[in-house]
């Protein structure tokens, strides 16, 4: 089996009473969320005129570790941008006095109206990043993102965790990259935190790469996390959640693997 770029994927959210492709309803939620929370939004660039946004806490301190999440770079893995809303819905203000936060939800603005995995123009916008790994060349997304290279790279110094998902798999795994030679302690914990909701993946073969105890270990392709990494982050994660299972419980999943990076975070 291998992925579509264009099939279209929908699904009912019971927490946001709405379709996962709603982005009307994604964005004026998240612009609720901006606002309780104060934080800043910038637009690195529009594709089609839809906005690539970063948000960052207000206020960054030198002396805190900053970190970056993202999600939405495939339109149809939906559970991660609307799991950021829900990550968002329980946080509090106080915690920027304890870290940098800077997020980026929906990098792939096209392909989430259509539920489908590349943007509209044919591009999968989640390659390109990292240059001599592969063919790839910057999307039009990664283009807007790359433009902004010093700022995000900045932003990810302490770590980078982007939320994706997998509509062929029924268990969860992770992409995990530590300056080591086996998962440590930071992989680990965000697994944990996947698996509290979905089985973990049996060792295998996924898109070309081993899975070993449910981790891609250090693969570095051209992603945009393993840029950041190859840029100075000091560990990345990429989840993967199951898109074959309930919608609601991969948002929920996603929102918990967001808030253990947070948390691994803070106590290192
Ligand atoms: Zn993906």
Avoid at 124 to 142: F, H, I, M
């Amino acid at each position: 089996m291998s992925r579509s770029p264009y099939q279209r994927y929908s699904w009912q959210s019971e927490i946001f009473t709405c379709e996962s492709h709603d982005i009307e309803r994604y964005m004026a939620l998240l612009d609720e969320e901006c606002q309780r929370l104060n934080l800043k939004p910038r637009t690195l660039g529009k594709v089609e005129g839809h906005p690539i946004q970063l948000l960052q806490s207000p206020k960054a301190s030198a002396g805190l570790p900053s970190i970056l999440i993202s999600s939405g770079f495939h339109g149809e893995e939906a559970a991660g941008p609307w799991g950021m809303l829900h990550f968002l819905s329980g946080l509090s203000p106080e915690l920027f006095e304890q870290v940098n936060l800077s997020l980026l939800p929906l990098n792939n603005p096209t392909g989430f109206i259509k539920g489908h995995r590349f943007n509209i123009f044919g591009e999968n916008p989640n390659r390109g990043y990292l240059a001599g790994v592969d063919d790839a060349k910057p999307t039009v997304e990664g283009k807007i993102l790359l433009e902004s290279a010093q700022l995000l790279q900045a932003a990810s110094k302490d770590g980078i965790l982007t939320c994706h998902e997998d509509v062929l798999q029924t268990r969860t795994y992770l992409y995990s990259f530590e300056p080591r030679q086996q998962p440590g302690s930071f992989s680990q914990q965000l697994l944990a935190a996947l698996a509290e909701s979905f089985d973990v993946a049996q060792d295998d073969d996924i898109d070309g790469c081993p899975v070993e105890n449910g981790f891609i270990f250090n693969h570095f392709d051209s992603s945009f996390e393993a840029w950041l990494v190859r840029s100075g982050a000091k560990v990345g994660a990429c989840s993967e959640t199951p898109a074959t299972q309930n919608f609601d419980r991969r948002i929920l999943a996603n929102s918990a693997v967001m808030q253990r990076f947070v948390d691994y975070i803070l106590a290192h």
